[in-house]
Protein backbone atom coordinates (compact mmCIF):
# COMPACT_ATOMS: atom_id res chain seq x y z
CA UNK A 1 0.00 0.00 0.00
CA UNK A 2 1.04 3.49 -0.86
CA UNK A 3 1.91 5.06 2.54
CA UNK A 4 -0.31 7.91 3.43
CA UNK A 5 2.59 10.80 3.37
CA UNK A 6 2.65 10.60 -0.48
CA UNK A 7 -0.55 11.84 -0.61
CA UNK A 8 0.00 14.51 1.59
CA UNK A 9 3.17 15.45 -0.68
CA UNK A 10 1.15 15.07 -3.87
CA UNK A 11 -1.32 17.76 -2.02
CA UNK A 12 1.22 20.21 -0.96
CA UNK A 13 2.96 20.05 -4.10
CA UNK A 14 -0.66 20.43 -6.14
CA UNK A 15 -1.07 23.49 -3.14
CA UNK A 16 2.14 25.05 -4.96
CA UNK A 17 1.00 24.79 -8.90
CA UNK A 18 2.96 21.39 -8.94
CA UNK A 19 1.33 18.73 -10.63
CA UNK A 20 2.64 15.54 -9.62
CA UNK A 21 0.81 12.73 -11.36
CA UNK A 22 1.73 10.57 -9.41
CA UNK A 23 3.75 8.82 -5.75
CA UNK A 24 5.79 6.94 -8.11
CA UNK A 25 7.40 10.34 -9.45
CA UNK A 26 7.45 11.92 -6.12
CA UNK A 27 9.69 8.98 -4.89
CA UNK A 28 11.38 9.42 -8.18
CA UNK A 29 11.91 13.21 -7.29
CA UNK A 30 13.60 12.36 -3.84
CA UNK A 31 16.17 9.91 -5.39
CA UNK A 32 16.94 12.55 -8.58
CA UNK A 33 20.89 13.34 -8.77
CA UNK A 34 20.90 14.04 -12.57
CA UNK A 35 18.80 17.34 -14.48
CA UNK A 36 18.54 17.80 -17.78
CA UNK A 37 17.49 20.71 -19.04
CA UNK A 38 15.88 22.64 -22.56
CA UNK A 39 16.81 25.94 -22.89
CA UNK A 40 14.98 28.24 -24.74
CA UNK A 41 11.52 28.59 -22.57
CA UNK A 42 12.68 26.56 -19.51
CA UNK A 43 16.04 28.16 -18.63
CA UNK A 44 15.55 31.09 -20.65
CA UNK A 45 12.06 33.32 -20.87
CA UNK A 46 11.81 32.41 -24.46
CA UNK A 47 10.77 36.09 -25.44
CA UNK A 48 12.95 36.80 -28.24
CA UNK A 49 13.84 40.73 -29.12
CA UNK A 50 14.87 41.30 -32.54
CA UNK A 51 18.69 43.09 -32.21
CA UNK A 52 19.95 43.18 -35.94
CA UNK A 53 18.21 42.74 -39.37
CA UNK A 54 20.67 41.85 -41.95
CA UNK A 55 19.62 42.62 -45.43
CA UNK A 56 21.33 40.08 -48.21
CA UNK A 57 18.70 40.76 -50.90
CA UNK A 58 15.11 43.41 -51.63
CA UNK A 59 14.32 45.38 -48.56
CA UNK A 60 13.90 44.97 -44.70
CA UNK A 61 10.25 45.32 -44.46
CA UNK A 62 10.45 42.63 -47.01
CA UNK A 63 12.28 40.32 -45.26
CA UNK A 64 10.80 41.09 -41.81
CA UNK A 65 7.29 40.96 -43.13
CA UNK A 66 8.16 36.79 -45.16
CA UNK A 67 9.62 36.12 -41.84
CA UNK A 68 6.41 37.03 -39.63
CA UNK A 69 4.01 35.59 -42.73
CA UNK A 70 5.85 32.58 -42.52
CA UNK A 71 5.99 31.61 -39.21
CA UNK A 72 2.24 33.08 -38.40
CA UNK A 73 1.10 29.64 -37.52
CA UNK A 74 3.57 28.24 -35.53
CA UNK A 75 3.21 28.82 -31.71
CA UNK A 76 7.19 28.20 -31.05
CA UNK A 77 8.92 30.98 -29.37
CA UNK A 78 10.89 32.57 -32.32
CA UNK A 79 7.59 32.56 -34.10
CA UNK A 80 5.38 34.74 -31.36
CA UNK A 81 8.64 36.61 -31.20
CA UNK A 82 8.99 37.53 -34.92
CA UNK A 83 4.97 38.34 -35.58
CA UNK A 84 5.36 40.92 -32.63
CA UNK A 85 8.59 42.30 -33.92
CA UNK A 86 6.38 42.81 -37.09
CA UNK A 87 3.78 44.45 -35.08
CA UNK A 88 0.76 44.70 -38.07
CA UNK A 89 -1.69 42.88 -39.05
CA UNK A 90 -1.31 40.10 -41.40
CA UNK A 91 -3.69 38.51 -44.57
CA UNK A 92 -3.52 35.23 -43.73
CA UNK A 93 -4.77 34.29 -47.01
CA UNK A 94 -1.55 35.34 -48.80
CA UNK A 95 -0.32 31.72 -47.19
CA UNK A 96 -1.25 28.89 -48.96
CA UNK A 97 0.99 26.30 -47.45
CA UNK A 98 3.11 25.53 -44.37
CA UNK A 99 5.08 23.23 -42.70
CA UNK A 100 7.15 23.21 -39.22
CA UNK A 101 10.24 21.34 -39.31
CA UNK A 102 10.92 20.87 -35.67
CA UNK A 103 14.81 21.52 -34.94
CA UNK A 104 14.88 23.70 -37.99
CA UNK A 105 12.40 26.26 -38.62
CA UNK A 106 9.59 26.91 -40.96
CA UNK A 107 8.86 26.24 -44.77
CA UNK A 108 5.63 27.74 -45.64
CA UNK A 109 4.18 29.15 -49.63
CA UNK A 110 3.50 32.64 -49.21
CA UNK A 111 1.86 35.03 -52.24
CA UNK A 112 3.34 32.18 -54.30
CA UNK A 113 7.01 32.20 -53.37
CA UNK A 114 8.44 29.41 -51.32
CA UNK A 115 9.66 31.18 -48.20
CA UNK A 116 12.24 29.52 -45.77
CA UNK A 117 12.89 30.79 -42.09
CA UNK A 118 15.07 28.78 -39.58
CA UNK A 119 18.51 28.24 -39.12
CA UNK A 120 21.91 27.00 -40.88
CA UNK A 121 20.41 23.76 -41.03
CA UNK A 122 17.50 24.85 -42.82
CA UNK A 123 19.36 26.91 -45.40
CA UNK A 124 21.75 23.74 -46.09
CA UNK A 125 18.99 21.08 -46.37
CA UNK A 126 17.13 23.37 -48.83
CA UNK A 127 20.94 24.40 -50.56
CA UNK A 128 20.01 28.26 -50.20
CA UNK A 129 23.50 30.00 -50.79
CA UNK A 130 22.96 31.71 -47.54
CA UNK A 131 25.80 34.05 -45.68
CA UNK A 132 26.79 32.39 -42.39
CA UNK A 133 26.82 34.89 -39.04
CA UNK A 134 29.20 34.64 -36.95
CA UNK A 135 27.19 35.98 -33.63
CA UNK A 136 26.45 34.87 -30.65
CA UNK A 137 22.63 35.42 -30.92
CA UNK A 138 20.12 33.23 -32.44
CA UNK A 139 19.71 33.73 -35.91
CA UNK A 140 17.12 33.16 -38.48
CA UNK A 141 17.82 33.11 -41.85
CA UNK A 142 15.24 33.95 -44.46
CA UNK A 143 15.10 32.96 -48.08
CA UNK A 144 12.87 33.20 -50.92
CA UNK A 145 12.43 31.16 -54.19
CA UNK A 146 16.45 29.94 -53.85
CA UNK A 147 17.26 33.89 -53.29
CA UNK A 148 18.34 34.56 -49.86
CA UNK A 149 17.15 37.41 -48.44
CA UNK A 150 18.99 37.88 -44.67
CA UNK A 151 19.44 37.13 -41.61
CA UNK A 152 17.52 38.04 -38.43
CA UNK A 153 19.26 38.13 -35.11
CA UNK A 154 17.06 37.85 -32.16
CA UNK A 155 17.96 37.52 -28.61
CA UNK A 156 16.53 35.73 -25.35
CA UNK A 157 17.32 36.43 -21.70
CA UNK A 158 17.48 34.29 -18.90
CA UNK A 159 14.88 34.00 -16.19
CA UNK A 160 15.61 36.02 -13.09
CA UNK A 161 15.35 32.75 -10.97
CA UNK A 162 17.45 30.74 -13.11
CA UNK A 163 20.74 30.85 -11.96
CA UNK A 164 19.21 30.63 -8.25
CA UNK A 165 17.18 27.73 -9.45
CA UNK A 166 20.55 25.59 -10.52
CA UNK A 167 22.34 27.04 -7.08
CA UNK A 168 19.49 25.49 -5.01
CA UNK A 169 19.33 22.19 -6.77
CA UNK A 170 22.57 21.47 -6.37
CA UNK A 171 22.20 22.12 -2.72
CA UNK A 172 19.21 19.56 -2.61
CA UNK A 173 20.98 16.14 -4.57
CA UNK A 174 21.25 17.17 -7.83
CA UNK A 175 25.13 16.12 -8.48
CA UNK A 176 24.47 16.84 -12.42
CA UNK A 177 23.18 19.94 -14.19
CA UNK A 178 22.88 19.37 -17.93
CA UNK A 179 21.47 21.25 -20.91
CA UNK A 180 20.34 20.92 -23.96
CA UNK A 181 19.24 23.00 -26.96
CA UNK A 182 18.66 23.05 -30.46
CA UNK A 183 20.05 26.69 -30.72
CA UNK A 184 23.67 27.63 -31.53
CA UNK A 185 26.68 26.57 -29.56
CA UNK A 186 27.86 30.31 -28.74
CA UNK A 187 24.34 30.84 -27.55
CA UNK A 188 24.50 27.61 -25.42
CA UNK A 189 27.47 28.35 -23.69
CA UNK A 190 27.04 31.78 -22.77
CA UNK A 191 23.90 30.39 -21.43
CA UNK A 192 25.39 27.79 -19.43
CA UNK A 193 28.44 29.35 -18.60
CA UNK A 194 26.08 32.18 -16.59
CA UNK A 195 24.09 29.85 -14.91
CA UNK A 196 27.04 27.05 -13.80
CA UNK A 197 25.58 24.50 -15.69
CA UNK A 198 28.14 21.35 -15.41
CA UNK A 199 27.31 20.18 -19.16
CA UNK A 200 26.17 21.45 -22.32
CA UNK A 201 24.79 20.21 -26.18
CA UNK A 202 23.87 22.52 -28.73
CA UNK A 203 22.40 22.17 -31.99
CA UNK A 204 20.39 19.21 -31.16
CA UNK A 205 17.30 18.12 -33.39
CA UNK A 206 15.01 16.62 -31.33
CA UNK A 207 15.24 13.21 -31.75
CA UNK A 208 19.32 13.71 -30.98
CA UNK A 209 17.77 15.27 -27.62
CA UNK A 210 16.47 12.05 -27.02
CA UNK A 211 19.53 10.04 -27.44
CA UNK A 212 21.51 12.27 -25.26
CA UNK A 213 19.19 11.62 -22.53
CA UNK A 214 19.61 8.06 -22.99
CA UNK A 215 23.19 7.95 -22.87
CA UNK A 216 23.03 9.79 -19.96
CA UNK A 217 20.40 7.09 -18.42
CA UNK A 218 23.11 4.62 -19.35
CA UNK A 219 25.73 6.67 -17.07
CA UNK A 220 22.96 6.88 -14.54
CA UNK A 221 24.02 5.23 -10.59
CA UNK A 222 22.06 2.48 -9.63
CA UNK A 223 19.59 4.73 -7.24
CA UNK A 224 19.72 7.57 -9.18
CA UNK A 225 17.47 9.32 -11.35
CA UNK A 226 16.93 11.35 -14.10
CA UNK A 227 14.86 14.26 -14.48
CA UNK A 228 14.46 16.40 -17.52
CA UNK A 229 12.25 19.80 -17.51
CA UNK A 230 11.33 21.39 -20.84
CA UNK A 231 8.25 23.83 -22.26
CA UNK A 232 6.75 21.15 -24.27
CA UNK A 233 7.80 22.89 -27.44
CA UNK A 234 9.12 19.91 -29.37
CA UNK A 235 9.65 18.14 -26.40
CA UNK A 236 7.49 15.46 -26.10
CA UNK A 237 9.52 12.23 -26.77
CA UNK A 238 12.21 13.30 -24.20
CA UNK A 239 9.53 14.55 -21.08
CA UNK A 240 8.73 10.35 -21.58
CA UNK A 241 11.96 8.93 -22.02
CA UNK A 242 13.30 10.45 -18.79
CA UNK A 243 12.88 8.91 -15.45
CA UNK A 244 10.82 12.16 -14.44
CA UNK A 245 9.63 14.51 -17.35
CA UNK A 246 8.99 17.62 -15.86
CA UNK A 247 6.69 20.33 -18.29
CA UNK A 248 6.73 24.13 -17.67
CA UNK A 249 4.10 26.44 -17.47
CA UNK A 250 0.72 25.44 -18.31
CA UNK A 251 0.69 26.76 -21.85
CA UNK A 252 2.92 24.13 -22.81
CA UNK A 253 1.33 21.88 -25.73
CA UNK A 254 -0.99 19.33 -24.62
CA UNK A 255 1.14 16.77 -25.89
CA UNK A 256 3.79 17.82 -23.47
CA UNK A 257 1.66 18.02 -20.74
CA UNK A 258 -0.08 14.40 -21.44
CA UNK A 259 3.65 12.96 -22.12
CA UNK A 260 4.71 14.82 -18.65
CA UNK A 261 4.94 13.34 -15.22
CA UNK A 262 5.34 16.18 -13.23
CA UNK A 263 3.64 19.76 -14.86
CA UNK A 264 4.25 22.79 -13.41
CA UNK A 265 1.54 25.42 -13.60
CA UNK A 266 4.18 28.72 -14.34
CA UNK A 267 6.89 28.41 -15.49
CA UNK A 268 9.48 29.79 -12.51
CA UNK A 269 12.81 27.31 -12.56
CA UNK A 270 12.21 27.83 -8.60
CA UNK A 271 9.27 25.54 -8.63
CA UNK A 272 11.23 22.46 -8.97
CA UNK A 273 13.35 23.36 -6.34
CA UNK A 274 9.64 23.10 -4.37
CA UNK A 275 9.00 19.88 -5.92
CA UNK A 276 12.62 18.46 -4.79
CA UNK A 277 12.06 19.67 -1.43
CA UNK A 278 8.58 18.54 -0.53
CA UNK A 279 9.75 14.86 -2.40
CA UNK A 280 12.56 14.34 0.35
CA UNK A 281 10.60 15.92 2.69
CA UNK A 282 8.09 12.85 2.27
CA UNK A 283 10.82 10.51 2.02
CA UNK A 284 12.13 11.20 5.17
CA UNK A 285 8.44 10.88 6.66
CA UNK A 286 8.10 7.68 5.23
CA UNK A 287 11.04 5.70 6.02
P1 LIG B 1 15.43 24.70 -28.07
O1 LIG B 1 16.25 23.47 -28.07
O2 LIG B 1 16.25 25.89 -27.74
O3 LIG B 1 14.22 24.59 -27.22
P2 LIG B 1 14.11 24.09 -30.63
O4 LIG B 1 14.50 22.65 -30.61
O5 LIG B 1 12.66 24.41 -30.55
O6 LIG B 1 14.94 24.97 -29.57
O7 LIG B 1 14.67 24.75 -31.97
C1 LIG B 1 16.03 24.64 -32.28
C2 LIG B 1 16.44 25.68 -33.27
O8 LIG B 1 15.72 25.49 -34.48
C3 LIG B 1 16.16 27.11 -32.86
O9 LIG B 1 17.22 27.65 -32.10
C4 LIG B 1 16.04 27.78 -34.21
O10 LIG B 1 17.32 28.06 -34.73
C5 LIG B 1 15.38 26.73 -35.07
N1 LIG B 1 13.93 26.87 -35.09
C6 LIG B 1 13.03 26.04 -34.54
N2 LIG B 1 11.78 26.45 -34.75
C7 LIG B 1 11.88 27.62 -35.43
C8 LIG B 1 10.94 28.57 -35.94
N3 LIG B 1 9.63 28.42 -35.79
N4 LIG B 1 11.43 29.63 -36.63
C9 LIG B 1 12.74 29.80 -36.79
N5 LIG B 1 13.68 28.96 -36.32
C10 LIG B 1 13.26 27.88 -35.66
MG1 LIG C 1 12.32 23.92 -26.66
Redesign the pocket.
Known sequence: SIPLSFFAGIGACSHEGILVKGSNYLEALSKCDTMVF?????LTKGVFEVSEIKVNQGTREQLIEYAALA?SY?S?P??LS?MKAYGKEMDKNRISQIE?I?????KAIVDGNRIL???Q??MEKYQIPYKKEEVDS???YVSCNQQYLGAILISDVIKPTSSQAIQQLKKNGIKKTVM?????KKVAIDVARELNIDCTYSQ?L?DQ?VEKVEALLKEQSKDGKLAFVG?G???APVLSRADIGIAMGALGSDAAIEAADVVLMDDDPLKIVQAMRISRKCIRIVY
Open positions: DKTGTESHISLESGHGIAGNLLTIVLTGDQLPKDIND
